[in-house]
């Protein structure tokens, strides 16, 4: 039987991920850049249903954060792009845990309904 002190930080560990990758669209955020750099309206094109405001917010998050880069070409007009950063690659195991699960659920779910 665990010992409630290492219960404790278990939990505090989820919580403090779950705090950084909450909400609906950190994920799926960083799950599209996992496949490279983007501009803001590419990825916004990737994620549907998201407005550009909470793209805005999520990405800002994201970067303080620094799961993600930003980077800012002297173009005209001006041009964006995102990345996921090095410290923001060490999250890939976990993404791909989440999408491999979410892969089986689907199944799963899709056949009880059959």
């Known amino acids: 039987m665990a010992s409630a002190p290492a ?16 909400g609906k669209w950190k994920i799926p955020i960083i799950g599209s850049l996992s496949f490279g750099k983007k501009r803001f309206k590419e990825l916004q094109r990737d994620l549907d249903g998201i ?3 909470m793209l805005s917010k999520e990405l800002r998050d994201l970067e303080i954060n620094h799961l993600v880069t930003r980077t800012v070409y002297d173009t005209k ?3 964006v792009e995102y990345e996921i950063s ?3 690659k060490t999250l890939h195991k976990v993404i791909a845990e ?3 699960w979410g892969k089986e659920h689907r199944v799963k779910i899709k056949s009880k309904m059959l």
Request: include cysteine; aromatic fraction near 8%; proline fraction near 4%.
């Open 7 to 22: 219960c404790n930080n278990f939990l505090l560990s989820v919580r403090d991920t779950m705090d950084i990758l909450n």
């Open 51 to 53: 407005t550009a405001k």
């Open 98 to 100: 989440i999408a491999s």
């Open 77 to 79: 007009p001006v041009s």
């Open 86 to 88: 090095e410290y923001g």
